[in-house]
């Protein structure tokens, strides 16, 4: 049974940091790209950070130079650190893990509240 569980989210205020991990379990982890996705209320999905198993990483505009992935494949764990942070990054941070086209597994999700 795959599971992803992430952990590490709350309340920071405007300037603030916090760092997400996402444990990961029933999954060969050094295979799979892992990748850190937000939803804010009324939106969609949209990806954040993505690494892959060669440590090649990916970030969308809006958190390059903010937010880093990282990825320990001794302890199937992959972590956003999230610094500077602005009260639109407020949102459900979900892990992910994907190989290919077809596999493909969510976390359940973690609560981040910037306040201004």
């Known amino acids: 049974q795959v599971q992803l569980v992430e952990s590490g989210g709350g309340l920071v205020q405007a300037g603030g940091s916090l760092r997400l991990s996402c444990a990961a379990s029933?999954?060969?982890?050094?295979?799979?790209?892992m990748g850190w996705y937000h939803q804010a209320p009324g939106k969609q999905r949209e990806l954040v950070a993505l690494?892959?198993?060669?440590?090649?990483?990916n970030y969308d505009a809006s958190v390059k130079g903010r937010f880093t992935i990282s990825r320990d494949n001794a302890k199937s764990t992959v972590y956003l650190q999230m610094n500077s942070l602005k009260p639109e990054d407020t949102a459900v941070y979900y892990c992910n893990a994907h190989l290919g086209r077809v596999t493909n597994y969510w976390g359940q999700g973690t609560q981040v509240t910037v306040s201004s």
């Open positions: 029933g999954i060969i982890f050094r295979l799979y790209t």
């Open positions: 690494i892959n198993p060669g440590g090649s990483t």
